[in-house]
């Protein structure tokens, strides 16, 4: 009755992700002329790489046990932030500083609350999302000014180049801070400890795991790095928009849990979140590139997501929970 | 589960406030005090005359809270993100099929075909999260880029108009849906399949060892989450007298918050309806007082947020207090 271990394993599910980006790539190279042009394929690594940079956190909350839905509006707050305070005439390296040590705050807010007193994090993220967007409006008053500085629209530029490689340095610099992000949930203390929170909250408490502290750095990362792709985003597009960040809401779910991540908690990679940030983006590219109005884009991603997790990403049935 | 210690907790003195205390939380002391600054700052607008045009204002929410709700008492991450695009695919194929291209004004086929696209969405929901056992996060995420699709599809643009009848649920007549919610969750109460329910909502795995069908209350629960938001839908199309893509989408999230608020357990298994509707109409409340004292509409979304949380946090701490009281 059971499924084999081999075959429910994250590692299995990590390579269905990977297998399926492969697949839909093929698939448009076949049915679209230029699908696999050099600048295509340059565009779609730089717009999974901003997606994947927002799902650093969401991989992280979940795994934990949690979820993250301020993420698009940390997002948008950082991109805001940066332009404005750039605009005003701030050396940028201070105007990230400051946004580092906000977006750190907000998020381990966000943590406290949810483990401080319990409360579902999906509400408190929400309400805390909320309270962070109104704030920038009102700081704004709705009109956002600024731009990006040339440094930034430089490291994500798709035109870019590292030396004579013709990718901009996002792409290398995401390499680099991914092996990190895997070295630290497979080797270090709190990645070990993230997932031991996430399978098992009360095993983790007698193993003198604090989850207070766990959750305050956990979610405290994840607004770090939605805080980034909302500086990142800002040199790919720009000028400064305060919901720039709206689409990111589900798809970092949706990447995080096509990469294989299981949304109880406790399982996951963030090598499959990578794959998933792929996958979303090639099925957006193909459909877009088949001649799909935005709105039935819209309609046949559903359609996918639906399709991808229930051949893969299936729970187990409850009596195999027993 | 929450069935045992509701009675054995009830017979203690004011056992009954107790009761609803611990069940609802917050929420009402929060109504309370929200109704009186709202009287006090536009009595007009909540004389009893009004209440009509008042409820219909507030119903949507309200509705998209109740149907939030009983997908969420199913548990293990039971949730239904798709209850507000239901509402606009609902109102899109309402106002824009039925009566403008077909000429069908009639309420035995508007009601009807509102409740039919409510349960076939919740089946889909339901057969997605319950038997192809995908998380119901993502399910539901599914259905509502579908539905957002479709209905941009058939609606590119506001348009219609609705039959009088339909206009009177926005008027004299707009506690008649949710009147028909309650009365069909009543229903519920009264059959197995809510003890059913709250069991797996509080152990799944208890409740399928006690040999609770589990997969088939879940699938349930989605079903009439469904149905809730196909009439929900109408008390949009209702208020908003026309047919409007952009509108429903945004009921999610608040329906959500509005749930949470009124005490239901975002994990299962915990709270009701009641206490849903009394989070739905608190949230109405705080953006209708917000809204009277003239503020911005950004003001308005910071003081949300926070009154949320604040909210939240109380009846989590109030609930921490309860539980070492009983402990002692």
Redesign the interface.
């Known amino acids: 009755m059971r499924v084999p271990r081999s075959l429910d394993s994250t590692g299995a599910r990590v390579l269905g992700a990977i297998l399926i980006a492969v697949l839909l790539h093929l698939a448009g190279t076949l049915l679209i002329p230029g699908y696999s042009s050099p600048f295509a394929i340059r565009a779609m690594l730089v717009l999974a790489c901003l997606l994947a940079v927002a799902c650093v956190g969401q991989t992280l909350a979940i795994i934990i046990g949690g ?1 993250d ?1 301020s993420i698009p509006f940390v997002i948008g707050f950082a991109n805001v932030v940066a332009a404005q305070l750039y605009g005003d005439g701030m050396n940028f390296v201070v105007v990230c500083l400051i946004i580092a040590v906000l977006s750190l705050g907000i998020g381990a807010v966000n943590g406290a ?1 949810s483990a401080g ?4 994090p ?3 993220t ?10 920038v ?2 700081w704004t ?2 009109f956002p000014s600024g731009s990006a500085p040339n440094a930034v629209t430089k490291f994500v530029s798709i035109g870019g180049s590292v030396g004579p490689i013709p990718v901009p340095w996002l792409i290398p610099s995401f390499i680099v801070l991914s092996a990190l992000i895997i070295l630290v949930l497979n080797r270090t203390p709190y990645g070990r400890r993230l997932f031991a929170l996430g399978s098992n909250p009360r095993a983790a408490a007698l193993a003198l795991i604090n989850p207070l502290r766990m959750w305050m750095i956990t979610f405290a990362l994840s607004a770090f790095f939605a805080a980034g792709a909302g500086v990142l985003l800002l040199g790919f597009t720009g000028s400064a928009y305060g919901d720039v960040g709206q689409p990111y809401l ?1 798809q970092t ?2 990447a995080v ?1 096509i990469g294989g991540t ?3 908690g406790g399982r996951g990679s963030f090598l499959g979140t990578v794959a998933g940030a792929v996958v979303l983006t090639e099925i957006n590219t193909l459909l877009i590139g088949l001649g799909l ?1 935005p ?9 996918v ?2 399709l991808l ?2 051949l893969y ?7 195999a ?2 | 589960m929450t069935a045992f210690t509701d009675t054995s907790t009830a017979p203690r003195s004011g056992g009954l406030v107790r009761a609803i205390w611990r069940r609802i939380g917050f929420a009402p002391a929060l109504l309370i005090v929200l109704l009186i600054i709202n009287i006090w700052l536009n009595p007009v607008r909540f004389a009893p005359g009004n209440w009509g045009i008042l409820i219909g204002l507030a119903a949507p929410l309200i509705g998209a809270a109740l149907a939030s709700t009983p997908a969420i008492l199913g548990g ?2 039971g ?1 239904d993100v798709s209850v507000g695009p239901t509402m606009g695919f609902v109102n899109a194929i309402v106002v824009k099929v039925l009566i403008t291209d077909l000429g069908l004004s009639s309420p035995f086929v508007i009601i009807v075909a509102a409740l039919l696209i409510g349960l076939a969405v919740g089946a889909v929901n339901g057969f ?1 999260a319950a038997y ?4 119901p ?3 539901t ?13 058939i609606l ?1 643009a506001p348009m219609g108009s609705v039959p009088d009848w339909l206009k009177t649920l926005n008027g004299p007549l707009s506690i008649v849906p949710l009147v028909v919610v309650f009365l069909i969750w009543w229903g519920v109460r009264q059959v197995p399949y809510y003890d059913q329910l709250m069991a797996t909502g509080s152990d ?2 208890a409740a ?2 006690a040999g609770v069908p ?2 088939f209350v879940r699938f349930l629960s989605y079903v009439i989450t469904g149905l809730f938001a196909g009439i929900a839908g109408l008390m949009l199309t209702a208020l908003i007298g026309s047919a409007d893509a952009n509108i429903a989408p945004s009921y999610t ?1 608040i329906a ?2 509005a749930v ?1 608020l009124g005490g239901v ?3 299962g298994g915990r709270g009701g309806l009641i206490g849903a509707a009394i989070g739905a109409v608190d949230i109405f409340l705080i953006q209708s007082a917000l809204t009277l004292i003239n503020v ?1 509409t ?9 009154i ?2 604040i909210a ?2 109380l009846t ?2 109030q609930d ?1 207090l309860e539980a070492r009281a009983r402990k002692r």
């Open positions: 979820i839905l609350i007193l319990g409360i579902h999906l509400i408190v929400l309400g805390i999302g909320t309270v962070i967007q109104g704030s409006l009102v008053k709705g589900f779910i949706a849990v299981a949304l109880v109005q709105s039935l884009v819209q309609a046949a991603l559903g359609l997501i639906i997790v229930s990403g299936r729970e187990r049935h409850v009596r929970t027993i | 293990r991450g949730i997605l192809v056992r995908i998380q996060i993502v399910a995420l599914g259905t509502y880029l579908i539905l957002i699709g479709v209905t941009l599809t590119p799944d795995r399928y060892t589990v997969p999230l959500i918050s949470a357990s975002l994990a911005s950004f003001v308005l979304q910071i003081a949300y947020g926070t949320l949380v939240i946090s989590a701490i921490r």
